[in-house]
């Protein structure tokens, strides 16, 4: 292919759920949002095209200012505290943001007024008298998240005052039955009070006609989405009475001496794509550099996020980017795809910082290699089911297959490389069919995981890169180099050599899931440990190339002493 046949990178917005500042982030999380996220941004940067991965700290949440009170000190104090902890184990794990940032930010604050502004100008924004709960006893309003009771729709006894953690219900404080404040435990009583709402009637059929022209989406995605905007939409309050969060803007404000007002952390903590886009921008020295990510038509995004985050981003979000566009203002482009996955669940219980249900990611990173969590994870991936995980199915899956099948494929091949070649790749003499056959297989795998990639199936993807591994394995058991290497050494070398290529495209296959392991083996075979641009296809390991030496790529893990299950 000449140069000018080469296709131009595509622009590729990765947007991932921000983490509330309250806690650790467990498995669940991991599984749910950001290591997807990871997979599919490691495939495109090394296909050349142009990732920007975002996300960053919630720190505006009421479960922020729950462990605040809790704790006796300042929100932000609680946001400086777990923040430092969320960059440590996304460096431990590999997960590759080009930006992780916090809502607490002057430029995130100043893209949600704008945005805030635009909606309002545009009509879609206005005050309304509503009733929000009152805590008698602590003399205070009662933000959804410091309100627990009775889930209206499916019965549960403990479904909070914004969602609704068993059924996935969006819920108003107002709906709950048998509503208690978690402050005090008293019954809190409806009061009036004056808020912004954000009127989605308004947007309802503009949105419905966009819906209706996705493609490619999780059909629980959509059909939730669908679903949801055809029962009739509602006008939702984007403000709150609490006195931590992003102001209003100032002429605008309609707080009082009695109740100050803040913005709702559903509304802004969306515009965060957003605004860490444009932080981006700003710190690569390019202030306009966003816009190749949310002006062009051709640009593409998807939204990571797990399932009870559906609403917010294949819903309202959409919602505001179709009513912010103005006259000065180009609209800003709608979701490519938004690939919510299920939950995760441990011993049937869903996995929870707030109700602290599943260890953290730091606690398994303490046990495990971060390439070896990567990959048992990512066979279980609930893209279309919850999925209950146990630690004793991490540890089958990678002593199973990643050791048994990939690790030791590598070593065995650089083994007898070394053992018979001096670590030099052989010179390779006629394939035969079976040497053509299994470069074909690998080449295959590739293609096909590469269109699953695109349709961010990673399960399915993954499945190829541990197939051709199979098939690579099932070659050298029927060529038996360890066998011809005491009669024929020029096959024996044939064979290696043809091991070789075919190890180059599997740890091409896997560099998306196993990033650490996938730049050590790359550099053993002499092509340097940067896989970025490289491009979806299998690269040539040289003949007369020294290979490095190898050590194990990963070890056989025992499930740890002090935990049964996960």
């Given at each position: 292919?000449?140069?000018?046949?080469?296709?131009?990178?595509?622009?590729?917005?990765?947007?991932?759920?921000?983490?509330?500042?309250?806690?650790?982030s467990?498995?669940?999380?991991?599984?749910?949002?950001?290591?997807?996220?990871?997979?599919?941004?490691?495939y495109?940067?090394?296909?050349?095209?142009?990732?920007?991965?975002?996300?960053?700290?919630?720190?505006?949440?009421?479960?922020?200012?729950?462990?605040?009170?809790?704790?006796?000190?300042?929100?932000?104090?609680?946001?400086?505290?777990?923040?430092?902890?969320?960059?440590?184990?996304?460096?431990?794990?590999?997960?590759?943001?080009?930006?992780?940032?916090?809502t607490?930010?002057?430029?995130h604050?100043?893209?949600?007024?704008?945005?805030?502004?635009?909606?309002?100008?545009?009509?879609?924004?206005?005050?309304?008298?509503?009733?929000?709960?009152?805590?008698?006893?602590?003399?205070?309003?009662?933000p959804?998240?410091?309100?627990?009771?009775?889930?209206?729709?499916?019965?549960?006894?403990?479904?909070?005052g914004d969602q609704?953690?068993?059924?996935?219900?969006?819920?108003?404080?107002?709906?709950?039955?048998?509503?208690?404040?978690?402050?005090?435990?008293?019954?809190?009583?409806?009061?009036?009070?004056?808020?912004?709402f954000i009127?989605?009637?308004?947007?309802?059929?503009?949105?419905?006609?966009?819906?209706?022209?996705r493609?490619?989406?999780?059909?629980?995605?959509?059909?939730?989405?669908?679903?949801?905007?055809?029962?009739?939409?509602?006008?939702?309050?984007?403000?709150?009475?609490?006195?931590?969060?992003?102001?209003?803007?100032?002429?605008?404000?309609?707080?009082?001496?009695?109740?100050?007002?803040?913005?709702?952390?559903?509304?802004?903590?969306?515009?965060?794509?957003?605004?860490?886009?444009?932080?981006?921008?700003?710190?690569?020295?390019?202030?306009?550099?966003?816009?190749?990510?949310?002006?062009?038509?051709?640009?593409?995004?998807?939204?990571?996020?797990?399932?009870?985050?559906?609403?917010?981003?294949?819903?309202?979000?959409?919602?505001?980017?179709?009513?912010?566009?103005?006259?000065?203002?180009?609209?800003?482009?709608?979701?490519?795809?938004?690939?919510?996955?299920?939950?995760?669940?441990?011993?049937?219980?869903?996995?929870?910082?707030?109700?602290?249900?599943?260890?953290?990611?730091?606690?398994?990173?303490?046990?495990?290699?971060?390439?070896?969590?990567?990959y048992?994870?990512?066979?279980?991936?609930?893209?279309?089911?919850?999925?209950?995980?146990?630690?004793?199915?991490?540890?089958?899956?990678?002593?199973?297959?990643?050791?048994?099948?990939?690790?030791?494929?590598?070593?065995?091949?650089?083994?007898?490389?070394?053992?018979?070649?001096?670590?030099?790749?052989?010179?390779?003499?006629e394939?035969?069919?079976?040497?053509?056959?299994?470069?074909a297989?690998?080449?295959?795998?590739?293609?096909?995981?590469?269109?699953?990639?695109?349709?961010?199936?990673?399960?399915?993807?993954?499945?190829?890169?541990?197939?051709?591994?199979?098939?690579?394995?099932?070659?050298?058991?029927?060529?038996?180099?360890?066998?011809?290497?005491?009669?024929?050494?020029?096959?024996?070398?044939?064979?290696?050599?043809?091991?070789?290529?075919?190890?180059?495209?599997?740890?091409?296959?896997?560099?998306?899931?196993?990033?650490?392991?996938?730049?050590?083996?790359?550099?053993?075979?002499?092509?340097?440990?940067?896989?970025?641009?490289?491009?979806?296809q299998?690269?040539?390991?040289?003949?007369?190339?020294?290979?490095?030496e190898?050590?194990?790529l990963?070890?056989?893990?025992?499930?740890?002493?002090?935990?049964?299950?996960?």
């Amino acid at each position: 292919m000449s140069a000018s046949d080469t296709p131009a990178p595509r622009h590729i917005l990765v947007a991932v759920a921000w983490p509330y500042a309250n806690g650790l982030s467990h498995l669940g999380h991991i599984a749910g949002a950001y290591l997807p996220a990871d997979i599919f941004a490691r495939y495109h940067r090394i296909s050349g095209n142009r990732v920007l991965m975002v996300s960053g700290t919630d720190a505006h949440g009421t479960p922020i200012t729950v462990k605040a009170e809790q704790d006796g000190v300042e929100p932000a104090e609680i946001v400086n505290r777990f923040n430092p902890r969320f960059h440590e184990q996304w460096e431990r794990l590999g997960i590759s943001f080009d930006l992780f940032t916090t809502t607490m930010t002057d430029n995130h604050r100043e893209v949600t007024w704008e945005l805030f502004r635009a909606l309002h100008a545009n009509g879609y924004i206005d005050t309304k008298t509503t009733e929000q709960f009152f805590d008698p006893e602590a003399n205070r309003f009662l933000p959804d998240r410091y309100v627990e009771g009775t889930c209206p729709n499916c019965g549960s006894p403990d479904a909070r005052g914004d969602q609704c953690d068993n059924c996935g219900k969006t819920l108003d404080p107002i709906d709950l039955i048998d509503p208690r404040s978690k402050l005090t435990g008293a019954t809190p009583e409806p009061r009036e009070t004056e808020h912004y709402f954000i009127l989605l009637p308004k947007l309802q059929d503009d949105l419905l006609t966009w819906l209706e022209s996705r493609e490619g989406w999780r059909g629980h995605v959509i059909n939730w989405a669908l679903g949801f905007v055809r029962e009739g939409l509602i006008d939702r309050a984007i403000t709150r009475d609490l006195a931590w969060g992003i102001p209003i803007p100032p002429e605008l404000d309609i707080s009082t001496e009695k109740s100050e007002k803040r913005i709702y952390v559903w509304f802004e903590a969306v515009i965060g794509y957003l605004s860490a886009s444009k932080e981006w921008a700003q710190r690569s020295g390019d202030p306009d550099a966003w816009k190749a990510w949310w002006l062009d038509p051709a640009a593409e995004s998807y939204y990571f996020v797990g399932k009870d985050n559906i609403p917010f981003h294949a819903v309202f979000w959409p919602s505001y980017l179709l009513g912010s566009a103005t006259a000065d203002s180009p609209p800003l482009n709608l979701p490519t795809n938004v690939p919510a996955n299920q939950y995760v669940t441990f011993r049937g219980a869903k996995a929870s910082k707030s109700r602290g249900v599943g260890k953290s990611l730091l606690d398994y990173l303490d046990d495990y290699q971060p390439d070896e969590l990567r990959y048992a994870l990512a066979t279980i991936l609930p893209e279309y089911n919850d999925t209950d995980l146990t630690e004793d199915e991490l540890v089958r899956r990678i002593n199973g297959e990643l050791v048994a099948a990939w690790g030791n494929l590598v070593n065995r091949v650089l083994a007898m490389t070394r053992k018979n070649f001096d670590g030099v790749v052989p010179e390779p003499g006629e394939l035969d069919d079976r040497d053509l056959a299994i470069l074909a297989t690998v080449d295959d795998n590739l293609a096909a995981e590469a269109q699953l990639l695109e349709q961010v199936e990673l399960r399915a993807a993954l499945k190829q890169a541990l197939d051709a591994t199979q098939e690579v394995n099932a070659y050298l058991n029927a060529t038996e180099p360890w066998q011809t290497a005491k009669t024929d050494l020029a096959r024996t070398g044939t064979t290696l050599w043809t091991a070789l290529q075919a190890i180059s495209g599997c740890n091409l296959a896997f560099a998306p899931f196993t990033p650490f392991a996938a730049a050590t083996v790359s550099g053993w075979l002499g092509h340097g440990e940067d896989l970025h641009a490289t491009g979806w296809q299998r690269r040539e390991v040289s003949a007369g190339t020294t290979l490095g030496e190898p050590t194990p790529l990963f070890r056989k893990v025992e499930l740890p002493e002090d935990d049964v299950e996960a």
